[in-house]
């Protein structure tokens, strides 16, 4: 059974950093693209970043190009998506998934940014 597991968020002030993880297992995770997604309060999930299977590619949405870096360690089944500059606008609960995403979504990590 495929599992994500995201971890790493939590409470910044605006400007701030932090480093969310999401750890894969249940598929040979170094296998395919992967992605981190976002949906804030009354809005629909949204498309963040992705990265190719060998890390040799990345991709961002147009909101957090230039702030927010996806990496990825094949060897710890693990992506990462390191969060800089953050705004208030990018307060949501942030998933990993494949990408393009499947049906296998975890519990997500809240990340909370204050003005």
């Known amino acids: 059974q495929v599992q994500r597991v995201e971890s790493g968020g939590g409470l910044v002030q605006a400007g701030g950093s932090l480093r969310l993880s999401c750890a894969g297992s249940g598929r040979t995770f170094s296998s395919y693209d992967m992605g981190w997604y976002r949906q804030a309060p009354g809005k629909e999930r949204e498309f963040v970043a992705a990265i190719r299977w060998s890390g040799g590619s990345t991709y961002y949405a147009d909101s957090v190009k230039g702030r927010f870096t996806i990496s990825r360690d094949n060897a710890k089944n693990t992506v990462y998506l390191q969060l800089n500059s953050l705004k208030p606008e990018d307060t949501a609960i942030y998933y990993c998934?494949?990408?393009?995403?499947?049906?296998?979504w975890g519990q997500g990590t809240q990340v909370t940014v204050s003005s």
């Open positions: 998934n494949a990408f393009p995403e499947d049906a296998y």
